[in-house]
């Protein structure tokens, strides 16, 4: 018998090693990419396992810290990973959880886990892709310590010393030879991560420490994310600097299905999509179930009462969903236990059941607001009408015009240089600020896939003009008719003429806002560019290092990021030899420069934009481009080159 389960044994230890192998493997299959995004993914799943203990109520506070050796420390006050002797696998579970895939599924306790979609994979999968991680956990009085070497065991479970409390603290060290493209953790991305955390969990605390950027004192970079008001906060975030129509509007339901809570408020802007659904404090970028009931509860709720009330007249049409979410901002979040992630991305929620929970809670929460607050009600459905009014304008217009239709393909912008290409797939767009850039990138292309549009005059803030305004406009319509998908209800990806459209601006103040102007319009009114990844940032050089005295016009280096000048001089032994030439704009440099450092794939950076974080971005540009003037040139001073608001 004894040799038999000393045979068990080896066996599950081979089962464990085949496991963490298999993540190693084929990483992408857990955590999504071995890019930024799953290597951010291993610190969420981290930080899900103490939000669990926190949602359970055993934990009150979580910290993160980013070290400036690129490993992550993950604190919380909760009950600890338990450190006895595993039943089943007979090491101790906190082995268990850290080396065996999908362990970390039983650990959750009751309740709905904040896990779903790729989150939940566990913190194996972690340990898998770390080349260090180690957990002490402080339980009974003692302090524990364990760690691990590319997911094996390499200091077994030991006491460290007596300790007060309880809790458990994770470090990792992601591991290069998975994470080829970085390991480098972003603040940014990180908090708006936990802010969201701590909007959807009302009370819950998450403190984030950045330890590579220190105050004069020597104090880490901090930040605490903790919202008494959860959701309504969150909605409120979405409206900073807007005007708003209502207070925001709350209501939650529950049913044996699981629990929604939502939140809405209107605003005066023209924007129709800051309805963010969650469902288990995923972000269900690609919507479901439970959004389908929120828009059809909405649009059904507001016609109803304005029929009800004879704000729509009997000969008057309905007003569109569309009309109805025109300047929503709403967060819709579900909770229910067995969530179904589909879609593309794992970012649809499938379940059927929730639909009508949601739909009820909604058409009911709301119409009863509606009934008791007549003036904002009032405010509500005149924005509604007016957006339908808007939108029947439009049509009308749009037909009178067909024949000589601005936005038609066969009448191409004249101040565009299109490339010979009809293929979309390799055919990009450079749109250029001001003439004499789009001069010298007209000479400095190739033509046969290289189309330019040169920018000219002032582009509309579309944020606050409006579409059918912005449409008037002949730098926005050039943009539009130049790409080939024209724009609102007669958008069509797939007729766009170019898969690359890179925004190329002077690497200055005006730049970066011309490049915020032209990231607005796409987010605004052709986000599924931005979502196909068609939508980059042309990176210029802002410094040239030539030799001094030296009749070649040949440039010895170029460098792209304001802090690395100083470093790439000390290379040089003797930096007085040469000349340190700052690009102010792209028309300082001769078309072969320009195709060098900007223009030629081979050799180019191009800025990949995607709206990984639809909440910040929507936020940062209503800050940007709304009618406060200082905090925008506040803002723009200080990311000048910096478009990390899109998460690029
Ligand atoms: C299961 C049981 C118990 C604690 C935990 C899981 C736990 C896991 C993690 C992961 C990160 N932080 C955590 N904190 C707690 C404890 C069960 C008991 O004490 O009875």
């Known amino acids: ?86 039943p089943k696998e007979k090491i101790p579970t906190v082995e268990v959880v850290l080396t065996i895939l999908h362990a970390g599924g039983k650990f959750g306790g009751a309740g709905y886990k904040v896990s779903g979609g790729l989150h939940g994979v566990g913190v194996s999968v972690v340990n898998a892709l770390s080349k260090r991680v180690e957990v002490n956990v402080r339980r009974d009085g003692k302090e524990y310590a364990i760690a691990f070497d590319h997911g094996k065991t390499c200091e077994k479970l030991h006491e460290i010393g007596k300790a007060k409390g309880t809790g458990t603290k994770t470090t990792f060290w992601p591991d290069e030879e998975i994470f080829t493209e970085t390991t480098i953790f972003d603040y940014d991305t990180l908090a708006n991560r936990f802010r969201e955390m701590a909007f959807l969990n009302k009370g819950l605390k998450i403190i984030l420490h950045d330890e590579r950027v220190t105050d004069a004192e020597g104090n880490p970079r901090t930040e605490v994310f903790q919202y008494a008001g959860g959701i309504i906060d969150f909605v409120k975030y979405l409206n900073a600097g807007k005007e708003t129509l209502n207070k925001p509007i709350y209501f939650e339901a529950e049913n044996e299905d699981g629990t929604v809570e939502v939140a809405m408020q209107w605003t005066t802007s023209y924007s129709t999509n800051s309805v963010m ?54 967060v819709i979040s579900v909770k229910l236990h067995d969530p179904q992630f589909e879609g593309q991305t794992k970012t649809k929620l499938g379940n059927t059941e929730i639909r009508p929970l949601v739909q009820n809670a909604v058409s009911q929460g709301l119409g009863e607001y509606l009934e008791e607050n007549p003036a904002p009600a ?46 979309a797939e390799e055919s990009e767009i450079f749109i250029v600020e001001g003439d004499s850039a789009g001069g010298s990138a007209k000479q400095a292309r190739d033509r046969k896939f290289q189309a330019i549009l040169p920018l000219r005059g002032k582009i509309l803030n579309v944020e606050r003009a409006g579409l059918n305004r912005s449409l008037s406009s002949d730098t926005i319509s050039s943009l539009i008719t130049a790409i080939g998908t024209n724009v609102g209800e007669d958008f069509d990806a797939d007729a766009a003429r170019y898969h690359r459209i890179i925004i190329m601006t002077d690497a200055d103040v005006d730049g970066a806002h011309i490049r915020c102007l032209l990231l607005t319009f796409f987010y605004r009114y052709m986000p599924e560019l931005i979502n196909r990844g068609y939508i980059y940032i042309a990176q210029p050089p802002i410094f040239g290092l030539k030799k001094k005295n030296s009749r070649s016009p040949k440039v010895e280096r170029y460098i792209y990021d304001e802090s690395a000048l100083s470093s790439v001089l000390a290379e040089y032994d003797d930096p007085s030899k040469f000349d340190v030439q700052r690009y102010k704009g792209l028309g300082e440099m001769d078309p072969d420069q320009l195709w060098e450092t900007t223009m030629e794939p081979a050799t180019r950076t191009l800025l990949q934009v995607n709206i990984d ?36």
């Open 378 to 423: 009032k405010r509500i459905i005149s924005k509604a009408t007016q957006a339908l009014r808007a939108r029947e304008a439009a049509r009308k217009a749009r037909e009178m015009t067909r024949r000589k239709n601005v936005l038609d393909s066969f009448s191409l912008p004249g101040k565009l240089a299109d490339c010979s290409s009809k293929n």
């Open 277 to 330: 659904a969650f469902a288990n404090n995923i972000h269900t970028h690609e919507g479901g179930t439970h959004l389908d009931g929120f828009k059809q509860a909405v649009t059904r709720s507001i016609n109803e009462y304005a029929r009800s009330k004879g704000l729509l007249k009997e000969k008057d049409s309905n007003l569109s969903g569309d009309d109805t979410r025109e300047g929503l901002a709403a």
């Open 1 to 86: 018998m004894a040799e038999k389960s000393n045979e068990h044994y080896s066996g599950e230890d081979i089962q464990v090693l085949e496991g963490l192998e298999a993540v190693r493997k084929r990483p992408g299959m857990y955590i999504g990419s071995t890019g930024p995004r799953g290597l951010h993914h291993l610190v969420y799943e981290v930080v899900d396992n103490s939000v669990d203990e926190a949602l359970a109520g055993f934990c009150n506070k979580i910290e993160v810290w980013i070290h400036s050796d690129n490993s992550i420390t993950v604190t919380d006050n909760g009950r600890g990973i338990p450190v006895d002797k595993h």
């Open 613 to 648: 974080d639809a909440a910040e971005a929507e936020r940062v540009v209503t800050e940007l481009m709304g009618d406060q003037v200082e905090p925008r040139k506040e803002f723009i001073q200080k990311h000048a080159r910096d478009v990390r608001f899109l998460d690029i």
